[in-house]
């Protein structure tokens, strides 16, 4: 089966545009995490979906950041006006999300590189 | 909040040295902890999880990890090392609460093998 798909792999804009990035999960996992690393740190949470909904959406940075997953599959992270302090590497994770097991693990995608000039 | 210290920013070893990473967590509750992986030009992969049971945790190429609950610690190890295990390697922790809970992961420790 495939794993976690993001695209595009690499992008490039210019500061004050406005950049989608998607995921393509694990098929049946209904559960969606997106995170950020920098250089030279670990990845960090941004926001966790269950399903189509937010259910954590407590380490997006500011409110230019935001995410949809209007399906409950495939889900967007959407920066608005970027900043050069945006350029990262922005990962997608998913995992099963059966609930009453919370012994779960979560399979990470290739990551979008973001750079803002 | 939780938090995760990983001792060592650049490890360099020679071929068939022992390797231990240190890797700490500060969060009251009970944790799953994760060691993830990132070969060069590779995304992140799992090496080794502990949930319950044998502290002692057996993963993939040969790598295994113990969890010492008094400590805090999942360190992880290996007896002998080769190049290709040349890498980024990231410590993570979650809280086992109700539902899912995201990954705090460490800074990460850059182990270079070299011949």
């Known amino acids: 089966g495939a794993g976690v798909s993001q695209t595009p792999s690499n992008k490039v804009t210019e500061k004050g545009k406005y950049v989608e990035l998607r995921c393509d999960p694990i098929?049946?996992?209904?559960?969606l995490y997106w995170y950020r690393q920098s250089l030279g740190q670990g990845p960090e949470f941004l926001i966790y979906?269950?399903?189509?909904?937010?259910?954590?959406d407590s380490g997006l940075p500011n409110d230019r950041f935001f995410a949809v997953r209007p399906e409950g599959s495939v889900s967007t992270l959407k920066i608005q006006r970027t900043e050069r302090g945006d350029s990262a590497v922005y990962l997608c994770?998913?995992?099963?999300?059966?609930?009453?097991?919370?012994?779960?693990?979560?399979?990470f995608g290739p990551g979008t590189r973001l750079l803002v000039l | 909040a939780q938090s995760v210290s990983q001792h060592n920013h650049h490890v360099i070893l020679s071929e068939a040295a022992s390797l231990e990473l240190g890797c700490n967590y500060s969060?009251?509750?009970?944790?799953?902890l994760f060691w993830y992986v990132q070969y060069p030009g590779q995304h992140l992969q799992l090496l080794l999880k502990?949930?319950?049971?044998?502290?002692l945790v057996k993963g993939i190429k040969g790598f295994e990890a113990e969890f010492i609950k008094s400590k805090f610690s999942f360190n992880l190890r290996k007896p002998s090392v080769q190049w290709s295990d040349t890498a980024e390697y990231f410590c993570?922790?979650?809280?086992?609460?109700?539902?899912?809970?995201?990954?705090?992961f460490g800074k990460g420790t850059r182990l270079s093998v070299i011949a």
């Open positions: 993570a922790v979650n809280a086992r609460n109700s539902g899912n809970t995201p990954l705090v």
């Open positions: 098929s049946g996992h209904t559960a």
């Open positions: 979906f269950q399903g189509t909904g937010a259910a954590d």
């Open positions: 502990y949930f319950s049971g044998d502290p």
């Open positions: 994770a998913s995992s099963q999300g059966s609930g009453g097991d919370r012994r779960e693990t979560q399979y």
């Open positions: 969060y009251g509750g009970t944790v799953n």
